[in-house]
């Protein structure tokens, strides 16, 4: 039972843990981290079992269990921050407030878990006289969409375990792609803030309820979708067998040398675009 690639599984649910403890600190740094962890945690329990011969059932449950942590509700969670700090920015913005009003003493971290805090109270009635309510109607609400990424992603973990169709392959978008799209978001808010140049403004328009709930919505439904989607995993390292990965890999690599965090949702894209290119030319040769 406590095999090296178990142990390796149990770990990807552990920095699964400490992401939403991070999130829910306002650490969205840390929290982006935790699951950097246990993607290269979820990565190596795999090629630990196939280069142990370790492989077997009581491991794949432990992995699905552990991915619907980390790439199910700690992405959620970390949406769900991301959106209330958005929610927090239309209030002051309807009030006539600026930046320095929403990042209270200047420190990302402390005010995050601020307006977290300020949130949950409103959430479930918590009253104070010395402090009314601040979120109501649609502030209140709409961050709890961030849920619908746990939703989805069970779905499409319990898919992935009985579709035989996935052995090469993916059919709808894995959910570690999908949990680095939206950990981009929070890395953008991190990178912007203090920036004061175009992160700052690129960054705050990017966590309007408008667009993060667009792509919440859009994202969620892609882990489902049937939509073919080529694997990273290498059987061997021939040019002509990987020439895609490859490829994808180079341009990612220049992506991220170039922008940075920023970098990270185009990566998405791009790999959700160039496995269309490669389904669509099959299909139509």
């Known amino acids: 039972m406590f095999s090296i690639p178990n142990i390796l599984t149990a770990s990807n649910l552990l920095a699964g843990l400490f992401s939403i403890v991070f999130s829910l600190s306002g650490r969205l740094d840390w929290a982006v981290l935790a699951i950097l962890i246990g993607t290269v945690c979820d990565f190596f329990d795999g090629f630990a079992a196939r280069m142990l011969k370790q492989q077997g059932e009581l491991g794949k449950q432990l992995d ?19 959106l209330i700090v958005s929610s927090a920015w239309d209030l002051i913005q309807a009030q006539g407030g600026g930046l320095n009003n929403l990042w209270l003493d200047g420190t990302m971290g ?26 109501s109607g649609w502030n209140l609400i709409y961050p709890l969409f961030a849920f619908f990424i746990a939703f989805m992603s069970l779905f499409r973990l319990a898919k992935f375990n009985l579709d035989e169709r996935q052995t090469t392959g993916f059919i709808g978008l894995p959910t570690p792609a999908n949990t680095l799209f939206f950990a981009a978001f929070a890395l953008m808010l991190w990178d912007g803030f203090g920036a004061g140049d175009w992160r700052t403004a690129l960054s705050m328009t990017l966590i309007k309820d408008q667009v993060l709930l ?21 059987t061997s390292f021939s040019w ?3 020439q895609l990965r490859f490829v ?12 940075f965090v920023w970098a990270l949702p185009l990566i998405i894209l791009l790999y959700i675009g160039m496995s269309v290119g490669k389904y669509s030319m099959r299909s139509s040769s």
């Open 64 to 82: 699905s269990l552990a991915d619907m942590v980390t790439f199910g509700v700690a992405p959620s969670m970390l949406v769900f921050v991301v």
């Open 110 to 135: 402390y005010s995050v878990s601020l307006w977290v805090g300020v949130y949950l109270n409103d959430l479930v009635g918590n009253e104070h006289p010395d402090y009314p309510m601040m979120f």
């Open 214 to 234: 667009f792509f919440v919505v859009l994202f969620s439904l892609l882990l489902v979708a049937e939509l073919p989607l080529f694997s990273l995993k290498f």
């Open 240 to 242: 002509k067998e990987n």
């Open 248 to 259: 994808f890999l180079g341009m990612s690599a220049i992506l991220m040398f170039m922008l």
